[in-house]
């Protein structure tokens, strides 16, 4: 089978928009952008043994490739629009691509996105993908983060890099569902950061851990943090791989990443509101902290029982 069979039996399929002009099968997609709105774009790449681990189901890994660019659209405060796809494959195989397209489209489909164009070329399991989406209205950016504003989350955080743990010694079926599904099968808060633009300040997305994202907003906004060691508490099952591994469960939710939740920036006037249209949306948020004057991140009270040198993933 060649890379235009797979194109033609996975990945084809009629535009489902009157936004795509022209979609998958010709040199280039030809998109129409809603007028007057800015374009959101975000481009990651996952690679077999570094982001995903081999022999992961294709279908939960079509899922999460998607769902991965599909946040940082969320975190932006953007309507996901459109994906591409370049896949790098060790060899076509129909079944795996089947699954992994599935994955891939279920994700797009839930988020309203819709994929346009793509690659397939051989080599070592890569698989790179491109999120457009729009914003009519301001952008959700990490610099915009003020003095008093409460930092609050879109849910907990530390399922995934429990999960993750977890897989160093046991198999998958002996791992909380709960768990296994926090790192296989994320969900973009794409109406989570929809809600947020004109109430918060400031969002990203938590996919390196949430200390060394937080980071991220705190330097680009010129700003500290005083954190509340207590506000994170793990749940049953956090707790068990916790006790199970001989890991703190602190360092999985304040370190961990992979968790795709949003963090927010939001100035208490409208902290509120903001958590009572999460909360109707579905999300458990939860308050983490306050901005402060003095850079850096600082402990209201004890800080909680990690490892020293984890400052969120890093490649280089
Ligand atoms: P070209 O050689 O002109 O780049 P390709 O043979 O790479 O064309 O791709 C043919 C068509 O199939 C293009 O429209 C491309 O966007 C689409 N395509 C290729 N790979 C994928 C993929 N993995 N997912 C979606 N569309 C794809
Ligand atoms: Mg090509």
């Avoid at 235009?4 to 099968?25: K, Y």
């Avoid at 949430?210 to 956090?238: E, I």
Wanted: charged share 20%; aromatic share 6%.
């Amino acid at each position: 089978m060649g890379e235009f069979d797979l194109i033609a039996r996975h990945f084809s399929r009629p535009a489902q928009s009157d936004s795509v002009e022209v979609g998958i099968g010709d040199d280039a997609a030809v998109l129409r952008p809603t007028p007057s709105a800015s374009l959101v774009v975000s481009t990651d790449t996952l690679v077999e043994g570094r982001h995903f681990r081999s022999g992961v189901d294709p279908e939960a890994l079509g899922w999460k490739a998607a769902m991965v660019s599909l946040s940082d659209i969320a975190a932006m405060g953007g309507f996901p629009r459109w994906l591409t796809l370049a896949l790098t494959l060790p060899e076509a195989d129909d079944h795996w691509v089947a699954g992994f397209a599935a994955g891939f489209r279920a994700a797009a489909t839930s988020c309203q996105a819709e994929l346009v164009g793509g690659d397939i070329t051989r080599g070592p399991l890569t698989i790179g993908v491109t999120a457009l989406g729009e914003c009519l209205d301001a952008p959700l950016t990490r610099s915009a983060a003020r003095l008093g504003d409460v930092l609050v989350l879109t849910g907990a955080t530390g399922g995934a890099a429990a999960a993750l743990a977890l897989l160093e010694s046991v198999t998958e079926e002996d791992i909380p569902p709960s768990l296994l599904h926090r790192l296989d099968r994320p969900v973009a808060r794409v109406a989570a950061g929809r809600a947020a633009r004109g109430l918060a300040h400031a969002a990203i997305d938590v996919s390196d851990g949430l200390l060394a994202d937080l980071r991220h907003v705190l330097d680009a906004s010129g700003v500290g943090a005083r954190l509340n060691a207590n506000a994170l508490t793990p749940d049953t099952d956090l707790q068990a791989a916790a006790t199970r591994t001989g890991r703190a469960a602190a360092q999985w939710m304040w370190a961990g990443g992979d968790d795709y939740e949003l963090l927010v920036a939001v100035p208490p006037t409208h902290a509120r509101t903001l958590l009572e249209i999460w909360r109707e949306q579905g999300l458990q948020p939860i308050e983490i902290g306050r901005v402060t004057e003095a850079s850096g991140l600082h402990w209201a009270g004890d800080a909680p029982t990690m490892d020293p040198v984890s400052s969120g993933y890093q490649h280089f």
